[in-house]
């Protein structure tokens, strides 16, 4: 053998030893990171797959990342929403009608109890997570429902809700307070007759509906509207009451009104033969005149049905009033006008005119149409869309809203607190109106209320959500697994080579360094 041939040898030896300790290194970084290479480029084809695999992963991320904001959003909100759910019950459990009981500031104590639910309800509206009002649809730069002290007072100019409801009282029960009837008595050959007319027919006041008398010696003529004869003119309903005679005491007559929401009330009025006349009776004269007795007893009834229709403007009508009022300031317009802005009645107080700009706007949110769930949309999946906007002017919030103010908003003092019959109207308005507020608040148990159905539909929100995360989830499990196969090494096996190459590697050394240090003749006894 030659010497070039040991020093091929060596030449070999060496080779196989850098080789070794190679291997040995990408063990040892394998045994570190736990990856099979530094690069997608080392894994070969496998490579392009675990790197869709890995900007899948990236892109569930995003899609669980936008969810958990959505979730975190929908959860307050359906706490929220549960809050003035319950808002709305304890508003009919606080309100007694029969409960009259005035305060040193000149509130009831319902109406004491109603504020403070009130307040929370706009503070409830105004929820603010992380910069988005959960109200206020796409607009998140600020609150979307006014102060309180604005609704009820107004600002900037704008009227609020006192102002407004001051407005429709005014305009319903008319100058003279007998909501837009006039009365009068006149004598005639044989008969006396109290006329009720109306001077026009205007949405304002009530309107005459007819009439019923117990007695043989009272008829009761009723007219109707004509509104076809003279369209630009109409005609109102009108009633005549006639006495031929002297009734007896303990005899009924009865006027029949229609209130603006469609309501009825029944003016009886009772004979009697002592006193003056009430509004709730009239005097049958005494005088030895027949006619006179009978045109007198005309007179009285006259008086008796202006002071009813005083007392009913002062109770019902002003409670239908300060509803209409109510429903103007909060935008509940039930003709479906377009455009879609409040009214109030004109100047002279017969007909209704547009407010736009001068009531306040006591929502400030996004008001644009459109399906108000889409106001805020988030992307949870590919393809897949889930809507939970909501708005604070939304049916069953501005009715809540209505309800509570416009009950906080009345006045129920007395003009005349040494007066016992002031009081007694300023009590009946009370007991009008609180059972009107209770009615509308109150939710037959049979149904679901307005926000709850709202709540309903966040619900199912917040459920197509989660199924959507725990999918995806399932999905992200299912990709870093396969690409954990393909990217990552099992330690143990490499642990087991890397024992194994070094074992080899120091075996390799042991021998390299015995035949690098033979001499000549020591390699020819080989």
């Given at each position: 053998m030659s010497v070039v041939g040991l020093s091929g040898s060596a030449s070999y030896l060496s080779a196989l030893l850098r080789q070794q300790r190679t291997q040995i290194e990408d063990l040892s970084v394998q045994l570190t990171t736990g990856k099979k290479t530094e690069s997608f480029g080392g894994l070969g084809a496998d490579g392009i797959t675990s790197l869709k695999m890995r900007q899948e992963i990236s892109t569930i991320d995003a899609y669980k990342s936008v969810s958990e904001i959505a979730t975190t959003h929908i959860t307050q909100l359906g706490k929220s929403l549960e809050r003035i759910e319950k808002l709305r019950s304890e508003t009919v459990s606080a309100i007694n009608p029969n409960d009259y009981q005035l305060t040193t500031d000149g509130a009831t104590t319902s109406q004491a109890t109603t504020k403070i639910l009130l307040l929370?309800?706009?503070?409830?509206?105004?929820?603010?997570?992380?910069?988005?009002?959960?109200?206020?649809?796409?607009?998140?730069?600020?609150?979307?429902?006014?102060?309180?002290?604005?609704?009820?007072?107004?600002?900037?100019?704008?009227?609020?809700?006192?102002?407004?409801?001051?407005?429709?009282?005014?305009?319903?029960?008319?100058?003279?307070?007998?909501?837009?009837?006039?009365?009068?008595?006149?004598?005639?050959?044989?008969?006396?007759?109290?006329?009720?007319?109306?001077?026009?027919?205007?949405?304002?006041?009530?309107?005459?509906?007819?009439?019923?008398?117990?007695?043989?010696?009272?008829?009761?003529n009723y007219r109707a509207a004509d509104l076809t004869t003279d369209p630009a003119n109409p005609v109102p309903a009108g009633l005549d009451i006639k006495l031929t005679g002297l009734p007896r005491e303990g005899d009924r007559v009865q006027v029949e009104l229609s209130l603006p929401d469609g309501s009825f009330k029944t003016l009886a009025l009772s004979a009697k033969t002592t006193g003056t006349a009430t509004a709730s009776n009239f005097v049958i004269s005494k005088n030895s005149n027949p006619a006179k007795a009978r045109f007198e007893t005309a007179k009285s009834l006259e008086t008796a049905i202006g002071q009813a229709l005083k007392t009913a403007g002062q109770t019902d009508l002003k409670a239908v009033a300060a509803s209409q009022a109510g429903n103007e300031f909060f935008g509940l317009y039930e003709d479906g006008r377009s455009p879609a802005v409040p009214k109030l009645p004109d100047a002279s107080g017969e007909l209704l005119e547009n407010a736009n700009g001068k009531i306040l706007g006591w929502y400030r949110g996004y008001t644009q149409d459109s399906k108000v769930r889409d106001d805020k949309i988030v992307e949870v999946d590919r393809g897949l869309k889930v809507g939970y906007g909501v708005r604070a002017n939304e049916k069953p919030f501005a009715e809540q809203m209505k309800n509570l103010s416009v009950f906080i908003a009345a006045d129920f003092k007395p003009t005349d607190e040494a007066d016992a019959q002031s009081k007694a109207i300023a009590e009946s308005y009370y007991n009008v109106l609180a059972d009107k507020t209770d009615r509308a608040m109150a939710v037959n148990d049979s149904k679901i209320s307005g926000v709850q159905s709202i709540a309903t539909e966040i619900s199912a929100a917040k459920t197509t959500i989660n199924n959507s995360s725990e999918r995806l989830s399932q999905r992200s499990n299912s990709y870093k697994i396969l690409s954990g196969k393909i990217e990552n090494v099992d330690r143990t096996q490499v642990a087991v080579e890397l024992s194994e190459m070094?074992?080899?590697?120091?075996?390799?050394?042991?021998?390299?360094?015995?035949?690098?240090?033979?001499s000549l003749s020591d390699y020819l006894k080989l």
């Open positions: 929370e309800t706009i503070s409830q509206l105004n929820t603010n997570v992380a910069g988005y009002n959960l109200y206020g649809g796409k607009v998140s730069e600020s609150e979307p429902v006014a102060s309180f002290d604005h609704i009820m007072n107004g600002h900037g100019g704008k009227l609020g809700l006192k102002d407004v409801m001051a407005r429709f009282s005014s305009a319903h029960l008319g100058s003279d307070g007998k909501g837009k009837v006039n009365t009068a008595a006149s004598d005639g050959t044989g008969e006396s007759t109290v006329k009720l007319t109306r001077s026009k027919e205007t949405p304002f006041g009530f309107k005459i509906h007819g009439g019923t008398a117990s007695s043989s010696v009272i008829s009761m070094t074992n080899n590697l120091q075996a390799s050394y042991r021998m390299t360094s015995s035949l690098l240090n033979l």
